[in-house]
């Protein structure tokens, strides 16, 4: 069996005398997608905000590509092919396709020993292009503000971003939160080909059609603790909605 892409260990974060996330284990392979659920305040946010480098843990360890890592800063978890994308999806809405992908690294002319810097808006119009096809998905322009575009062509540009710059694991927050049925088919259809190229993908949402619809394993929280961790085909919706309001949880006996 390959290598798992991250792996955590025992993770613990306090914040005062709360325990945001205690003792979490957890393995991401190659080429899969793992849905993270639970409730609000269940811990999942935080355990993602440790492995993209927003919190440093109290306790355990975080191994990607199998060295023991640490990430001050979310540049340093990104700069080392970690990748998440926020609801927000961080794009710059009266800037252009090429402007987002290459937003904070524009790509740029110089000249005179570079006194004069100048943007080279053809080479990163063609990586842009170059970075959808792989993807598989068309615009009919890419220098159309991203204001103008769709929910799901939104997320598409995130996703083409993070792509081009060499993401080795996709973290995703909500990725079809607030579309509608044929943008979330689309965006679902991405996270397919990312894991088809390769790429695991720890898709957190509430969405459980969504869950069903990409996602090899499943893992659960439930105030700070993973209670469970399955195959999709293993379970189903109503089993998952037990484990994440706590009736049911595989580290311990639950009263009945």
């Not at 990586?127 to 769709?150: K, M, V, Y």
């Not at 939160?177 to 979330?184: F, I, T």
């Not at 439930?222 to 961790?229: A, N, S």
Request: a negative charge; one cysteine or more; hydrophobic letters at 40%.
């Amino acid at each position: 069996m390959s290598q798992p892409v991250l792996s955590i260990r025992n993770l613990v974060k306090r914040f005062g005398g709360l325990t945001a996330v205690n003792d979490v284990s957890l393995d991401i392979n190659p080429g899969e997608v793992v849905a993270l659920l639970g409730d609000n305040g269940a811990g999942k946010s935080t355990l993602i905000k440790c492995v993209s480098g927003v919190h440093l843990p109290d306790e355990g360890e975080i191994r990607f590509e199998g060295k023991p890592v640490s990430f001050p800063k979310p540049i340093d978890a990104r700069s080392a092919g970690i990748e998440t994308i926020y609801q927000d999806l961080a794009l710059a809405n009266n800037l252009d396709v090429p402007a987002n992908i290459f937003l904070g690294r524009e790509v740029k002319h110089r000249y005179l020993g570079g006194l004069i810097n100048t943007l080279n808006d053809k080479l990163m119009l063609t990586e842009a292009e170059q970075s959808l096809a792989t993807l598989d998905i068309q615009f009919p322009s890419l220098t159309q503000p991203i204001e103008s575009l769709s929910g799901g062509q939104r997320q598409a540009v995130a996703i083409a971003r993070a792509i081009y710059w060499k993401a080795r694991l996709m973290i995703m927050d909500e990725p079809t939160n607030n579309l509608g049925v044929p943008e979330q088919q689309k965006v679902l259809e991405l996270i397919r080909r990312l894991r088809d190229q390769g790429v695991p993908v720890i898709l957190i949402t509430h969405t459980m059609p969504d869950v069903f619809a990409v996602a090899d394993r499943i893992v659960v929280m439930h105030r700070g603790r993973k209670v469970t961790e399955k195959r999709t085909g293993d379970t189903n919706a109503s089993e998952l909605v037990q484990y994440m309001v706590g009736a049911l949880d595989d580290g311990r006996e639950v009263a009945a």
